[in-house]
């Protein structure tokens, strides 16, 4: 399939005559939407891993991080919180 597709991408980017374009566009989509249509399939089953992130951050750091960034933003804005 991919193959199918590399093939279709060099002939139409050496394709002279306008005419040919059409027809080889119509195929290279078709065969695109095919492809990704398999890629959807095999990726219903794939084992999907949960993004778990790991905060440097500490925990009771956090409060006053917001509010430090909540005064900056009044301060430029010319008013209080």
């Given at each position: 399939?991919?193959?199918?597709i590399r093939t279709l991408c060099?002939?139409?980017?050496?394709?002279q005559d306008e005419a040919?374009?059409?027809?080889?566009i119509v195929e290279l989509r078709d065969?695109?939407?095919r492809h990704i249509e398999r890629l959807r399939a095999k990726l219903v089953d794939y084992p999907v891993t949960i993004e778990r992130r790991n905060?440097?951050?500490?925990?009771s750091e956090l409060p006053a991080l917001i509010d430090r960034a909540l005064s900056e933003k009044a301060e430029a804005?010319?008013?209080?919180?």
């Amino acid at each position: 399939m991919e193959d199918k597709i590399r093939t279709l991408c060099v002939r139409l980017l050496a394709e002279q005559d306008e005419a040919k374009l059409a027809p080889l566009i119509v195929e290279l989509r078709d065969q695109l939407h095919r492809h990704i249509e398999r890629l959807r399939a095999k990726l219903v089953d794939y084992p999907v891993t949960i993004e778990r992130r790991n905060y440097s951050l500490a925990q009771s750091e956090l409060p006053a991080l917001i509010d430090r960034a909540l005064s900056e933003k009044a301060e430029a804005e010319g008013s209080e919180i």
